[in-house]
Nanobody, 119 residues
Framework: VQLQASGGGLVQAGGSQRLSCTAS????????MGWFRQAPGKEREFVAT????????SYADSVKGRFTISRDNAKKTVYLQMNRLEPEDAAIYYC?????????????WGQGTLVTVSS
């Protein structure tokens, strides 16, 4: 499975951005999908995930109520809609896919897309 993320860029604080991640190869509809991010000098952290079977969504507390993860199995794409962006949201955002769903060892990573938030 290869994951191609896009949609990053420069946005003003308080603004919105939508990230997309399209998969090729594998059976997308059977993969748990997620977004993680890594800010400079920090470790990569969980942002949001969505399961394949029920579409159950999980969010980090820091983005809950502002970010929405969604998936379109027909397009083999997962999205991250980010609203009310804050400077602390600036990071490289990585999409990821996991076959098991516990996210302890991620099976596939995308290449990352940079989100910059100006204050």
């Amino acid at each position: 499975v290869q994951l191609q993320a896009s949609g990053g860029g420069l946005v003003q604080a308080g603004g919105s951005q939508r990230l997309s991640c399209t998969a090729s190869g594998g059976t997308f509809s059977r993969l748990h999908m997620g977004w993680f991010r890594q800010a400079p000098g920090k470790e990569r952290e969980f942002v949001a995930t969505v399961t394949w079977r029920t579409g159950t969504k999980s969010y980090a507390d820091s983005v809950k109520g502002r970010f929405t993860i969604s998936r379109d199995n027909a397009k083999k794409t997962v999205y991250l809609q980010m609203n009310r962006l804050e400077p602390e949201d600036a990071a490289i955002y990585y999409c990821a896919a996991d076959r098991v769903g516990n996210w302890k060892v991620v099976d596939y990573w995308g290449q990352g897309t940079l989100v910059t938030v100006s204050s």
